[in-house]
């Protein structure tokens, strides 16, 4: 079975670096984010929200889920969303290449190549190697995913802006961290790489 953030083991090691162990104490408790009941939302989600500000993104969600009477947490079934019309998903605001890519999404679900069963208890790697599988999806994309919808409890993405920029500034580092110097910095963090991510984006939030 998939591992699960441990909160006090995980905070007790990442206190070991002494970095961290500032941050951890600038920050405050551990808050994190559950894990998605419903990865077909999740990850149709977190494509309608890509490259876009939070507001809009919002109102385009919740016109795509408006075309079958829904709102909320509620969310129309893969095969509804592959009935609908081009015409629709695009009225509702879609970009060509969003609408393909939520098409795509909704065919892995709907052949039940991609399931909250089978998304439970691959590992890590296996998981991206299917996500990456859909059109849309790339690998930044499915870390996002591990850890905010699976709640994935070793992920580091190592080309994510947020995190490289609070590295170097909490790391006193003269540049933006190459991956290969994120892997460096981040192995004192393993197992619990995903917490340690949360605090560094929480850090830009403190005023130092």
């Given at each position: 079975?998939?591992?699960?953030?441990?909160?006090?083991?995980?905070?007790?090691?990442?206190?070991?670096?002494?970095?961290?162990?500032?941050?951890?104490?600038?920050?405050?408790?551990?808050?994190?984010?559950?894990?998605?009941?419903?990865?077909?939302?999740?990850?149709?989600?977190?494509?309608?929200?890509?490259?876009?500000?939070?507001?809009?993104?919002?109102t385009i969600f919740g016109r795509f889920i408006g075309l079958w009477g829904l709102e909320g947490d509620q969310f129309p079934?893969?095969?509804?969303?592959?009935?609908?019309?081009?015409?629709?998903?695009?009225?509702?605001?879609?970009?060509?290449?969003?609408?393909?890519?939520?098409?795509?999404?909704?065919?892995?679900?709907?052949?039940?190549?991609?399931?909250?069963?089978?998304?439970?208890?691959?590992?890590?790697?296996?998981?991206?190697?299917?996500?990456?599988?859909?059109?849309?999806?790339?690998?930044?994309?499915?870390?996002?995913?591990?850890?905010?919808?699976?709640?994935?409890?070793?992920?580091?993405?190592?080309?994510?802006?947020?995190?490289?920029?609070?590295?170097?500034?909490?790391?006193?580092?003269?540049?933006?961290?190459?991956?290969?110097?994120?892997?460096?910095?981040?192995?004192?963090?393993?197992?619990?790489?995903?917490?340690?991510?949360?605090?560094?984006?929480?850090?830009?939030?403190?005023?130092?």
């Amino acid at each position: 079975m998939v591992q699960r953030i441990d909160v006090p083991a995980a905070i007790a090691h990442l206190r070991q670096d002494a970095v961290m162990a500032r941050i951890i104490g600038d920050v405050g408790d551990f808050r994190g984010w559950p894990p998605s009941a419903n990865p077909f939302r999740a990850l149709s989600r977190s494509i309608v929200f890509q490259q876009l500000s939070g507001a809009a993104a919002g109102t385009i969600f919740g016109r795509f889920i408006g075309l079958w009477g829904l709102e909320g947490d509620q969310f129309p079934e893969p095969a509804q969303v592959l009935a609908a019309s081009d015409e629709a998903l695009r009225g509702a605001g879609l970009s060509r290449q969003k609408m393909l890519s939520v098409r795509s999404i909704a065919e892995h679900f709907a052949s039940g190549e991609l399931s909250l069963d089978n998304l439970d208890h691959w590992d890590d790697e296996e998981v991206i190697a299917h996500l990456t599988g859909v059109r849309g999806v790339g690998r930044w994309t499915a870390e996002m995913f591990l850890m905010f919808h699976l709640g994935r409890p070793n992920v580091l993405p190592v080309n994510d802006v947020g995190i490289n920029r609070a590295m170097m500034k909490q790391y006193g580092l003269e540049a933006l961290p190459k991956p290969a110097d994120v892997l460096r910095i981040g192995e004192a963090w393993r197992p619990w790489a995903t917490v340690a991510c949360w605090y560094l984006w929480r850090s830009e939030d403190v005023r130092q």
